[in-house]
């Protein structure tokens, strides 16, 4: 699986779009971009997945750019429950190494009121 | 739904003593992944199950840790001997076929002494 470099921290006021950015570019026509969060203590939580069309649901809007090498998360109004840590994964389901969900590093994302 | 379960929620034993943490997955999911999380390491995938047959246990430490799913709504970890450095958080996550989110537990806090 396609490997992903995300920043290492980021900041964003209560209320305002968080924008939390990702490279991935050597990702595989066959893979997906998923983004995770893990809210202190708590087991990882899916947030979006999304091929190479926009996608958007009750969480966030994900936008991946037309090569694909790269995407971003948004929350169009953070608030400070959305304080965690953001991980972006690139995976093909289905492949031999469709199990492979391999957790970076991640991004940590704080709210300020 | 009640998502995937583990038990204990917090396990403390001390060092040499055999250890089982529990996990259920959701109903109708045919992957079930365990995952163990430490400062220094992130979240390393441990192993993983298709349809209850092991598929993947290149992430497993050592022999002392071993995986069980008997059955398609259960599955466990061992640990025997447990050591301090074992001392982690294991998460258990589950996911149905296809290119869908996992889902994954609230963890197990363990803690050898």
């Known amino acids: 699986d396609a490997k992903t470099t995300q920043p290492t921290s980021m900041d964003c006021a209560e209320g305002r779009a968080a924008n939390l950015p990702c490279n991935h570019s050597t990702i595989s026509g066959n893979e997906y971009v998923y983004w995770y969060r893990q809210i202190h203590s708590q087991g990882p939580q899916y947030i979006i997945h999304g091929l190479k069309n926009n996608e958007t649901n009750e969480m966030a809007s994900l936008i991946i750019t037309e090569d694909r090498k790269s995407s971003t998360l948004i929350l169009p109004h953070a608030t400070l429950r959305d304080t965690a840590v953001y991980y972006c994964i690139v995976r093909a389901p289905g492949s031999s190494n469709t199990g492979k969900l391999i957790f970076g590093q991640g991004t940590t994302l704080q709210v300020k009121p | 739904d009640a998502g995937v379960i583990q038990s204990p929620r917090h396990e403390v034993t001390e060092m040499g003593q055999e250890v089982t943490l529990r996990c259920k997955p959701i109903s109708g999911h045919d992957y079930l992944f365990w995952y163990r999380q430490t400062m220094m390491r992130g979240l390393e995938l441990l192993i993983y199950?298709?349809?209850?047959?092991?598929?993947?246990d290149s992430g497993m430490p050592e022999d002392r840790f071993s995986a069980k799913m008997p059955n398609a709504s259960f599955s466990t970890l061992k640990i025997q001997p447990s050591e301090p450095r074992d001392s982690a958080v294991y998460f258990c996550?589950?996911?149905?076929?296809?290119?869908?989110?996992?889902?994954f537990g609230s963890g197990t806090r363990l803690t050898v002494v």
């Open positions: 996550a589950s996911s149905p076929t296809g290119v869908g989110g996992y889902t």
């Open positions: 199950f298709n349809n209850n047959v092991p598929i993947d």
